[in-house]
């Protein structure tokens, strides 16, 4: 089924917002006790968990409250009026900084009423996405029979967002973060650093939609040269997961690696953290920097479930504030989380694209307490098509993907290896 992987919180005034990612839960409680490769002698016993929270303050903050009134608000009339309520913005901050952009994954059929997504996309009175908000309100409340109030002065462009946003995510699903990944994938430059439990190749959608936002970084290793890529790519996924879960992912995650390298023959370096004796970090969040310019940090597995079908939400991160051709604040935040996964001083995290994956490379090949020694499972029996279809699934197809009815058939007809609840 559908996982929901948004923790987040917001709060607005009229002069100040605030909204705030939060890690996994496991972060807290164990991960700050030191690096992860001293095992945490004397805490309590637990899987190594680490992600990457993110604290914003701002406008910003209100793209996050819109995402999770999304959320809250299930019925659509209450959205509406959430998202009329929120009159107050807080100024933008002065100068160069950051720029911050709330990116949300949702399957098609899960969010609104009961069937809104067949209403949406019914071609005898389609939902009038290039209308006027009054245009929407009337087909709201002839086709699925929904009345939404009338906004007040100055509140129909708020409004008419509001009610497409809706439409748009209970018919065609939101994949937010495969298309800025695609698009900053495909203008890299530098250097690539990305972290993230799930990777794959496998395409989102159909036709002239299909996104495939790994294989744009495959694309572009490929045709640039001077690219670089860093993958810290976990070994072991969440804790829990179904067998069969755990073979398909591995296999995905084998698939893409080996594109990846050999699309770029000695420009990439991936590499698992060690987490004591016998153990490996796992990672929880998905955090991508593309030429220490731009950032994206969430819940989004980079996995084909994860930038389609599986609820999450993550943020995306401009900064404007460069020296030598590097923004400030990211460059500190991918030396940080280099330094974090492999026990090191920031200081020793070079910047140089080409240096860092030679680092990386030569440490993976002589060996090192500060990478793990497990490896990914043996994928057996082989991963089928069916398999990735049911475990790796997209989310892009109305009505009702989510409805888990197609699946429990595929259950019941034995195409489901046993065990792989």
């Given at each position: 089924?559908?996982?929901?992987?948004?923790?987040?919180?917001?709060?607005?005034?009229?002069?100040?917002?605030?909204?705030?990612l939060?890690?996994?839960?496991?972060?807290?409680?164990f991960h700050?006790?030191?690096p992860?490769?001293q095992?945490?002698?004397?805490?309590?016993?637990?899987?190594?968990?680490?992600?990457?929270?993110?604290?914003?303050a701002g406008?910003?903050?209100?793209?996050?409250?819109?995402?999770?009134?999304?959320?809250?608000?299930?019925?659509?009339?209450?959205?509406?009026?959430a998202?009329a309520?929120?009159t107050s913005?807080?100024?933008?901050?002065?100068?160069?900084?950051?720029?911050?952009?709330?990116?949300r994954?949702?399957a098609?059929?899960?969010?609104?009423?009961?069937?809104?997504?067949?209403?949406?996309?019914?071609?005898g009175?389609?939902?009038?996405?290039?209308?006027?908000?009054?245009?929407?309100?009337?087909?709201f409340a002839?086709?699925?029979?929904i009345?939404?109030?009338?906004?007040?002065?100055?509140?129909e462009a708020?409004?008419?967002?509001?009610?497409?946003?809706?439409?748009?995510?209970?018919?065609?699903?939101?994949?937010e973060?495969?298309?800025?990944?695609?698009?900053?994938?495909?203008?890299?430059?530098?250097?690539?650093?990305?972290?993230?439990?799930?990777?794959d190749?496998?395409a989102?959608?159909?036709?002239?939609?299909?996104?495939?936002?790994?294989?744009?970084?495959?694309?572009?290793?490929?045709?640039n040269?001077?690219?670089?890529?860093?993958?810290?790519?976990?070994?072991?996924?969440?804790v829990?997961?179904?067998?069969?879960?755990?073979?398909?992912?591995a296999d995905t995650l084998?698939?893409?690696?080996v594109a990846?390298?050999?699309?770029?023959p000695?420009?990439?370096a991936?590499?698992?953290?060690?987490?004591?004796?016998?153990?490996?970090l796992?990672?929880?969040?998905?955090t991508?920097?593309?030429?220490?310019?731009?950032?994206?940090s969430?819940?989004?597995?980079?996995s084909?479930?994860?930038?389609?079908?599986?609820?999450?939400?993550?943020?995306?991160?401009?900064?404007?504030?460069?020296?030598?051709g590097?923004?400030?604040?990211?460059?500190?935040?991918?030396?940080?989380?280099?330094?974090?996964?492999?026990?090191?001083?920031?200081?020793l995290?070079?910047?140089?694209?080409?240096?860092?994956?030679?680092?990386?490379?030569?440490?993976?090949?002589?060996?090192?307490?500060?990478?793990?020694?497990?490896?990914?499972?043996?994928v057996?029996?082989?991963?089928?098509?069916?398999?990735?279809?049911?475990?790796?699934?997209?989310?892009?197809?109305?009505?009702?993907?989510?409805?888990?009815?197609?699946?429990?058939a595929?259950?019941?007809?034995g195409?489901?290896?046993?065990?792989?609840?």
């Amino acid at each position: 089924g559908q996982m929901a992987l948004t923790s987040a919180a917001a709060a607005l005034a009229a002069t100040t917002a605030r909204a705030v990612l939060f890690p996994p839960p496991a972060l807290a409680r164990f991960h700050e006790i030191g690096p992860a490769q001293q095992g945490h002698s004397g805490s309590p016993a637990a899987p190594e968990t680490a992600g990457t929270g993110v604290d914003v303050a701002g406008p910003a903050a209100v793209l996050v409250a819109e995402a999770l009134s999304a959320v809250a608000d299930a019925a659509t009339p209450a959205l509406v009026a959430a998202a009329a309520a929120r009159t107050s913005v807080p100024p933008d901050p002065a100068g160069r900084g950051l720029f911050v952009a709330a990116l949300r994954t949702q399957a098609a059929g899960v969010e609104g009423e009961r069937g809104l997504d067949v209403e949406v996309i019914d071609a005898g009175h389609p939902f009038p996405f290039d209308g006027t908000e009054a245009a929407m309100r009337t087909w709201f409340a002839d086709h699925p029979s929904i009345t939404i109030a009338a906004p007040a002065a100055g509140g129909e462009a708020v409004q008419q967002r509001a009610m497409a946003r809706r439409a748009l995510a209970a018919a065609r699903g939101l994949q937010e973060g495969a298309v800025a990944l695609a698009a900053a994938f495909g203008r890299a430059e530098d250097l690539v650093y990305l972290e993230s439990p799930a990777l794959d190749l496998l395409a989102i959608g159909s036709g002239e939609a299909v996104l495939r936002p790994l294989q744009a970084l495959v694309d572009r290793l490929a045709a640039n040269r001077a690219l670089h890529a860093v993958i810290c790519a976990p070994v072991e996924g969440f804790v829990g997961a179904p067998r069969d879960f755990i073979r398909v992912r591995a296999d995905t995650l084998k698939a893409a690696l080996v594109a990846l390298e050999a699309a770029a023959p000695g420009r990439v370096a991936s590499f698992c953290p060690n987490a004591g004796a016998g153990r490996s970090l796992r990672i929880a969040t998905t955090t991508v920097i593309v030429d220490d310019v731009f950032a994206f940090s969430g819940s989004t597995a980079l996995s084909r479930r994860g930038l389609s079908f599986d609820s999450s939400l993550s943020l995306a991160v401009f900064d404007e504030a460069v020296a030598r051709g590097r923004g400030e604040s990211l460059a500190a935040l991918r030396r940080a989380l280099v330094a974090a996964r492999l026990g090191l001083p920031p200081t020793l995290v070079p910047d140089d694209g080409a240096q860092l994956v030679r680092a990386i490379a030569a440490l993976v090949a002589r060996g090192s307490g500060r990478l793990t020694t497990a490896t990914l499972p043996v994928v057996d029996p082989p991963v089928t098509d069916s398999d990735r279809a049911l475990w790796d699934r997209g989310g892009t197809v109305a009505p009702n993907p989510a409805d888990l009815a197609a699946w429990l058939a595929l259950l019941g007809s034995g195409n489901v290896l046993a065990g792989g609840t």
